[in-house]
């Protein structure tokens, strides 16, 4: 069977988590650079679709290609790593400790941001031919879709930030099933399909993912979106940063480690049975009873 038990696919997340922090500088930036170029590749080919048909479900449905493309490639994302090098760092494990996985944390940030400014920039020129022409309706949507993004949730004050950061909790939640979907099988057919549900959920859903965004208002800051680089840090990077990092680690990464790492005793098991001593037999008299 491909199915791999939840047993062994957490201790394969503990061990995952320690190999992404003792992995070298090097090889932690490139991985990150490139897992930010691909998903924002596939965000503007969703954002494509959707303008093009008109259904957002379509664009949803088609998103996930690049998660599961960067995933099968061993590139990483900052939402996978807030998910599973923190259990690394609970489990004890040699080379962990809170200063490496701060930095793991800091170098994936830093390689997913550049990653997903390069195709930001690069789809800024296609969509202007090189901006010598107006954006495109494309272009158009992408600068829509960073200004509703920032200063929509600011219009609504402090309801607002709470509403962005839930967002940003849920989008972690289920973006890291899809990082754990992929540990559990064997094939890749049965890692696509564990891939590809929770992220096709998270994108129509609207949720707030930090690497996503990287791209997309950027983006729409190249292409004339009515926002600000300070619009686009206070009322979206940061809190969703924060809420990918509540989402990702307590639903996922804790929730899973706690019952299936360290399984608690279970309290339906049938009671001990206590033997008593057998009784002595009655002795029998040799002599015959009298008649």
Known sequence: MSYVSPSVFVTTMVDTGQAKVLMSTRDTVIRAYMAGAVLALAAAFAVTVTVQTGSAIVGALLFPVGFVMLHLLGFDLLT????????ALIDRRPGVTVRSMLRNWGLVFLGNLAGAITVAVIM?????????????EVGQRLGEIGAARTVGYAEHGAAGMLTLFLRAVLCNWMVSTGVVGAMMSTSVSGK????????????YMGF??????????????LLGGDFSVGDYLVWNEVPTVLGNLVGGLTFVGLTLYATHARTGPRR????????LP??????????????
């Open 80 to 87: 996978g790593v807030f998910t599973l090098v923190p259990l």
């Open 124 to 136: 800024a020129v296609i969509v202007t031919f090189g901006f010598s022409t107006p954006p495109d």
């Open 192 to 203: 696509v399909i564990a891939m590809w549900m929770p992220i096709l959920l998270f994108f």
């Open 208 to 221: 707030e993912h930090s690497i996503v965004n990287m791209f997309l208002f950027p983006s729409g800051l």
């Open 268 to 275: 339906d098991a049938a009671p001990p049975v206590v033997r």
């Open 278 to 291: 057998a009784e002595a037999p009655v002795a029998t008299s040799a002599v015959p009873a009298a008649r």
